[in-house]
């Protein structure tokens, strides 16, 4: 692997920070947002995730790929809380973050989207973007029946919704219930409700996954912008190759639930590990036969 | 003949006893409704609301206000109890902890031992007077034909008028982002979880909030019996309070009230029509009695299960919201 | 138990049509019905001094209006029961010149006792008579006698938890109507014994056989209709208590609310065997439910069908993917689990009696086996139940058995509260 960062001419990366950061699993990094440590969590004597150290670099895109049963979801899982590991440790912002409860990861600036894409059905779509609002005075019991108390903090939440809907193109969709909704729009309306909650962290899992081609590029572009306008680091799980190499500043590779490689783009598709992974996966060799959604397109 | 059915039918959809369970169907359409809880144990709280009451007042010698206050106090710390082992795993265990809760307390409220505080089996009597003694209502003979007692009107609209009021401010809470809340709940507690919601929190203050809705229902139902035991308290009176709110429309501020006065109505009116029919010897020599009951309840299943398959959003729910909850 | 025409569930048009026509035939089975019984609301009691009972004795009720309404003399096992006219309060007076000759009442002041009865409710008056019974076995004797009667009861629990179990894993539905289905089975075997005559050893295979088939029916022609309209679990759920509801009340309908017992194998003279007393009855009992837990634990462990069962339980998506027949495994699972109900009612009403709320009883004990166990796991349920049935039994040593079902309860909040994934069970993700 070559140390020198080599930066393709307009693809927009900011691996600036990251330029003379080493190729290598487990690398520090110069500004972590997230820090890691000896993660493990398995399945029924399946290991699904083990981690033994990684850092993920604050203000960039980073991409997290892997074969099929890599723990990449898993990873997500617990590192937002939604699973609890059997072992280790990792810290967000400098604070740590073990055995915190999911909605309070969140509260922390670390928000996540689900690969299965959550849209509350029987929600108007105005109404999913407005639960995502932090701090409400209104979602207190006490409070509740007192409308003059949060009547202002709703309406600037219902400004700062609509904003958002026009954003992401959902503006004309806002009164009809979130079950409506195609597969690409949910994708949408779920990015969207996420930065309702102002995360200084966003983790996308499988942000692509069954979106129509015609909604990916402005799906892409949503995504850069979290990180170009907004300042914000992002995560993302993502099956999809081109994609992965069109925004991601940096990947990380994961295969039997451990970090294989990172690197930059260019660099990642070359890595010996990584095509080792990616083949072996795709011969199948001693894998617990998983099945495979129609939308998981194989990358190998 | 036709008119006695429909005066008895009549009778049962306004009186007292249909507010209670109105006020019943109200706590549990927070719960299923709203949260998705399956509480499946809702007379639970009707027979602590109901104890609760009739404890410090005909034991006790406590004045009716400790009742009414220990009464909700009772149906707070039940749900407190039930939802903490519970609230934080699958729907199914709080459905199945909450029926094991309700009989467990109808037990332990018949078990000879507790009779010096519960009455046993006997129960307890001599804790309205100072309900019926503010009554506006003198007279023996209200409503014309319906021919309502004093008590009975009294109870009546005391029944009524807070599951109105109780009902209004149900439906205030849920468009405020507290109801917001519970909704997102109901449609995908991880999708509330990410946006940084304390599911738990919210659960437990929803299970609080029905159950004590729950445990009024209980203190109306005892008040206007004037008495309460432990059997006034089976399991069937939660699947009645399921079919009202299902029959009205879950998630509806007026889903519950419809759904009670339909209910009682429905089933009053076909035990009456049965009863009727027996009665006046067209099939001759039966009585009535037990197969009244019998029939009743298994219409009331039958309706439960139809109205779940061909009508889950009740008469009253929207349409195309049922059509989305298709998962 | 394999049933080679079953395919696959696919939407049907007419889907709607058949669940009408379900529905419309179990309400239509009450109207013909609906006035073979008496009153609905009765009071009843039972006399016995120092364990032996009373018969003879006259039990006078009046209405609360002092209205006569009846007299009941007790009968050979100290029961007495009478029908009422309608809810109310009643007056209940004990004859105290009918009792024989040295019975008193333990109170000799107390013959009459007030009851209010509320509708189809079946009231008790108690009356105490002679002497309070001497703890007369020792404490070994008792703790064993007890232990034996949980695992009896016990076993039966496992028996009747394992279907619920599987049916849980393998469709997601929490059975409601579980228990009903036990009752089902109990008055199967009363019906083909008592009311048709048969022979107890024919009834019962008979029974069971029907039971599994109305089982088996219940998912072909109810449960995979809604699941091919992609019908919400929690839907399906409220359904199967209707369901329940609706069994329940037909057996109170066809049956009335008293307990009965078969015709045979009743009054049997009870074997001393070591520290405990059983009847022969219960003997075999407890043998042929461990002969029929260990088959189904054989079952599912060494046949292809069993084998099938755990998969689609474990993993339903990758069972259906690996080619195994998902609906046709369910189907079994409910014949399975309605032949094991079949014979856990028999059971019971042979070792206890037979009424039409007993399996309502049991559906608690079976769920609070079957979390303990874990949900969805069939070894589980059958360990769950065991330990619930003990549980249940051996309280009665120190604390009152009415309450008896109450610490098995306790037992299930306890699991809820340490290891919700139960003994046997995976551990769940929890928010």
């Known amino acids: 692997m070559s140390a020198d960062a080599h930066v393709p001419a307009g693809s927009g990366r900011t691996i ?11 690398v520090a990094k110069p500004d972590p947002v997230l820090v890691v440590d ?57 604070e740590p973050l073990g055995s915190t409860s999911a909605y309070a990861v969140a509260r922390r600036g670390m928000v996540r989207t689900f690969q299965l894409t959550k849209a509350l059905s029987r929600m108007t779509v105005l109404e999913n973007l407005m639960l995502g609002g932090a701090g409400q005075a209104g979602e207190r019991l006490s409070l509740a029946l ?28 806002r009164d009809q219930f979130a ?33 129509n081609p015609a909604l990916t590029q402005s799906l892409l572009g949503h995504v850069k912008d979290l990180r170009d306008r907004e300042g914000r680091t992002v995560v993302f799980v993502e099956h999809d190759m081109d994609v992965v190499f069109d925004i991601s500043d940096w990947v990380v590779c994961l295969a039997e639930g451990r970090v294989i490689a990172e690197g930059p783009p260019e660099s990642i598709g070359s890595d010996e590990a990584v095509i080792d992974a990616y083949l072996g996966a795709s011969h199948g060799r001693d894998r617990p036969p998983r099945k495979r959604p129609p939308h998981e397109r194989g990358t190998a | 003949m036709i008119e006695t059915v429909v005066f008895d039918a009549l009778r049962a959809a306004i009186g007292p006893t249909a507010a209670a369970y109105a006020l019943l169907a109200i706590g549990l359409n927070i719960h299923f409704g709203y949260t998705g809880l399956l509480n499946f144990g809702q007379v639970g709280f009707m027979l602590v609301g109901g104890y609760g009451l009739a404890i410090p007042v005909a034991v006790y010698g406590q004045p009716l206000w400790v009742g009414l206050l220990s009464g909700l106090a009772a149906a707070v710390v039940l749900a407190l109890l039930l939802g903490a082992p519970t609230l934080r795993l699958r729907a199914d265990y709080l459905a199945i902890t909450t029926i094991a809760a309700a009989e467990i307390l109808r037990f332990l409220s018949r078990n000879s031992t507790s009779e010096d505080v519960t009455g046993g089996v006997y129960g307890l009597r001599q804790f309205a007077g100072e309900f019926y003694a503010v009554s506006p209502f003198p007279g023996d003979r209200y409503l014309g034909a319906l021919a309502f007692s004093g008590n009975r009107m009294w109870a009546m609209t005391v029944g009524w008028g807070v599951a109105v009021l109780l009902s209004i401010a149900v439906h205030r809470l849920m468009r405020s982002p507290w109801g917001r809340v519970l909704r997102s709940i109901r449609e995908d507690e991880d999708a509330a979880r990410s946006l940084g919601k304390n599911v738990f929190l919210y659960k437990m203050q929803s299970l609080i909030l029905g159950g004590v809705l729950g ?21 069937q009176v939660t699947f009645f309070a399921f079919t009202m709110v299902i029959l009205g429309g879950t998630a509806t501020a007026v889903g519950p009230l419809a759904g009670t006065v339909l209910f009682w109505f429905l089933i009053t009116g076909l035990q009456s029509g049965v009863r009727t029919v027996v009665e006046s010897g067209v099939i001759p020599g039966v009585s009535a009695g037990q197969a009244v009951g019998a029939t009743t309840l298994i219409v009331v299943g039958a309706l439960l299960m139809a109205l779940m398959v061909f009508r889950p959003q009740g008469i009253l729910g929207d349409r195309e919201e049922l059509r989305l909850d298709v998962r | 138990m394999r049933d080679p025409s079953v395919t696959p569930a696919r939407p049907r048009p007419d889907v709607r049509a058949r669940l009408g026509a379900v529905i419309g035939l179990l309400a239509a089975l009450l109207l013909p019905v609906a006035a073979l019984a008496q009153s609905s609301e009765t009071i009843a009691g039972r006399l016995s001094d120092g ?48 009792l024989p000759d040295g ?115 219940l998912d072909r022609f109810l449960w995979r209709p809604l699941r091919a309209r992609q019908t919400g679990l929690i839907a399906m759920l409220v359904v199967s208590i209707g369901l329940g509801f609706v069994l329940r009340h037909l057996a109170l309908l066809f049956f009335g609310g008293s307990r009965s017992s078969y015709g ?67 189907l079994a699972v409910w014949i399975l689990g309605g032949a094991l109900t079949g014979i856990g009612g028999t059971f019971l009403g042979l070792i206890e009696s037979v009424d039409y709320l007993m399996g309502f009883r049991l559906l608690l004990l079976m769920f609070a086996g079957v979390i303990l166990g874990g949900l969805g796991s069939a070894y589980g349920a059958m360990v769950g139940g065991i330990v619930v049935g003990l549980v249940s039994e051996v309280s009665t040593v120190w604390f009152s058995s009415q309450i008896k079902y109450v610490w098995a309860l306790l037992v299930l909040a306890v699991i809820l509260l340490v290891r919700p994934q139960g003994i046997l069970g995976r551990r769940e993700r929890i928010g």
């Open chain 1, 146 to 173: 007192l409308a003059p108390a949060w009547r202002r903090e709703e309406a600037a939440l219902r400004e700062r919704a609509e904003e958002l809907l026009v954003r992401f193109k959902l503006d004309h969709m």
């Open chain 1, 38 to 94: 000896g993660l493990r969590r398995s399945f029924g004597g399946v290991t699904a995730v083990d981690v033994a150290h990684l850092e993920i670099q604050r203000g960039l895109i980073t991409g997290l790929i892997g074969p099929n049963g890599a723990g990449k979801t898993t990873l997500f899982n617990l590192l937002t809380g939604f699973d609890t590991p059997d072992a280790g440790t990792w810290s967000f912002d400098g």
């Open chain 3, 51 to 98: 364990g032996e009972p009373v018969a003879g004795v006259l039990i006078v009720v009046t209405a609360e209006d002092g209205t006569p309404v009846g007299e009941v003399r007790s009968g050979a096992d100290g029961a007495w029961e009478l029908g009422l006219p309608g809810p109310g309060a009643y007056v209940v007076e004990l004859d105290v010149a009918s």
């Open chain 3, 103 to 217: 019975v008193t009442l333990r109170d000799p002041d107390r013959t009459t006792v007030a009851v209010n009865v509320f509708e189809n409710a079946r009231s008790a008056a108690v009356f105490a008579l002679g002497e309070p019974v001497d703890q007369g076995p020792t404490f070994g004797r008792l703790l064993a006698q007890n232990a034996v009667n949980g695992l009896k009861f016990g076993l039966i629990i496992a028996m009747t938890a394992v279907g619920l179990s599987l049916i849980f894993g393998t469709t997601g539905l929490v059975n409601f109507a579980h228990g009903d289905l036990v009752t089902v089975g109990a008055f199967l075997t009363f019906f083909l014994n008592v009311t048709l005559g048969l022979r107890f050893l024919i009834a019962v295979p008979l029974a069971v056989l029907t039971s599994a088939a109305f089982s088996g029916g």
């Open chain 1, 179 to 211: 079950g409506t909704l195609s597969g690409g729009q949910r994708k949408l309306l779920e990015m969207a409700r996420a930065l309702m909650v102002e995360p200084s962290l966003v983790m996308l899992d499988e942000p692509m996954a069954g979106v």
């Open chain 3, 264 to 330: 045979e194998y009743t009054l049997q003279t009870a074997l001393e065997i070591g520290l405990v007393r059983l009847q022969p009855t219960e003997i075999v009992v407890m043998g042929l439910s461990l002969a029929i837990l260990t088959g189904v634990g054989l079952l599912l462990n060494r046949t292809r069908l069993g084998k099938a069962m755990r998969a689609v339980a474990d993993e339903r998506d990758l069972a259906e993917s690996s080619g195994i027949d998902v609906q046709r495994v369910i």
């Open chain 2, 215 to 235: 445990g009024i229902g209980g203190m109306v139902f005892v008040l206007s019996l004037q008495t309460i035991q432990p059997d006034m308290f089976l399991p």
């Open chain 1, 16 to 26: 600036g920070p990251l330029a003379g950061v080493a190729r290598e699993p487990g």
